[in-house]
């Protein structure tokens, strides 16, 4: 395995999606390339800076109450003359 | 538990094709946040992502006869606000979407990287505590083209699985997972300036 090939299997090595030869293969290349080995450690902590970045998006946001309203006045409403 | 989701879909998915004004109520008070919550990650604004959503809700009441039950209800709304807040973003932009290539790694003809990698010092902690990074991380994530923004989004920050965010894309689940690390790896050269080179 080379680095273009360990790069190309990052997201499954993580997952832990690999076949066991693949996953084994990988093992070593790490082992042996200090960029690759670099580039995993970023490429994880770019998965966690993402979710990091939204603290609140698991926190379920409600509608403001006028739009909820405003949604339900236009569907009693009916299909909209849009021209 | 996911079968009485789906049964209650049913349910729900009936009541709205007779007209029951409950279930328009519930179907918006129940979904309308997490659809808010992902229509302001692809829009960037808090008004255009509410314009996104009423016009989702709109366009799925009208098109409520549409839904086949092949996925759940909750997806088929996901699918329309994406598709709704990716019309915004078109009729926004002047360029069309920029190539990611640039911000792939790049390799030797013997496939090894064919640039030194630097180690990063911030922890992932630290990345996580600090709001000055968390904009950073958040404006370079708009800077992805928006195919590959999208699945980042649904995949990483909103933690939605595979399947069900090919359902939402109508794209394979192969294709997702390829986005997903083409956006992944994009991000991560995005953010290596930022990240890469702190002794802090």
């Known amino acids: ?83 | 538990m996911e079968e009485s989701f789906i049964q209650d879909d049913s349910e729900l998915v009936r009541a709205l094709r007779v007209g029951e004004a409950a279930a328009f109520e519930r179907i918006v008070r129940e979904y309308g946040g997490r659809l808010l919550a992902v229509a302001e990650k692809l829009l960037s604004n808090h008004d255009d992502a509410l314009d996104a959503v009423q016009d989702a809700f709109l366009s799925a009441f009208r098109s409520i006869e549409s839904f086949d039950g092949r996925s759940l209800l909750s997806t088929w709304l996901h699918r329309i606000v994406v598709n709704v807040a990716l019309m915004k973003l078109r009729s926004k932009r002047r360029r069309p979407e920029q190539s990611i290539d640039d911000l792939l790694p790049t390799f030797l003809p013997d496939g090894h990287q064919a640039h030194p990698v630097a180690r990063w010092r911030r922890s992932g902690q630290e990345i996580a505590e600090q709001n000055e990074l968390q904009a950073i991380v958040r404006s370079k994530i708009e800077d992805l083209p928006d195919s590959y923004r999208i699945v980042l989004v649904l995949r990483d920050i909103e933690e939605f699985d595979t399947e069900t965010v090919a359902q939402m894309l109508e794209i394979t689940p192969g294709a997702v997972k390829v986005r997903l690390h083409r956006a992944r790896q994009a991000l991560r050269t995005l953010l290596d300036p930022v990240l890469g080179n702190s002794s802090k």
Not at chain 1, 64 to 79: F, H, M, N, S, Y
């Open chain 1, 1 to 83: 395995m080379n680095c273009r090939d360990a790069l190309e299997f990052l997201a499954d090595y993580l997952d832990g999606n690999l076949p066991l030869k693949q996953q084994l293969s990988m093992r070593l290349h790490l082992s042996l390339c200090r960029h690759c080995r670099h580039y995993l450690d970023s490429y994880r902590k770019t998965i966690s800076a993402s979710r990091s970045a939204f603290p609140d998006s698991k926190s379920c946001e409600e509608l403001p109450e006028d739009l909820v309203q405003a949604i339900l006045a236009t569907q009693k409403r009916g299909p909209r003359a849009d021209g």
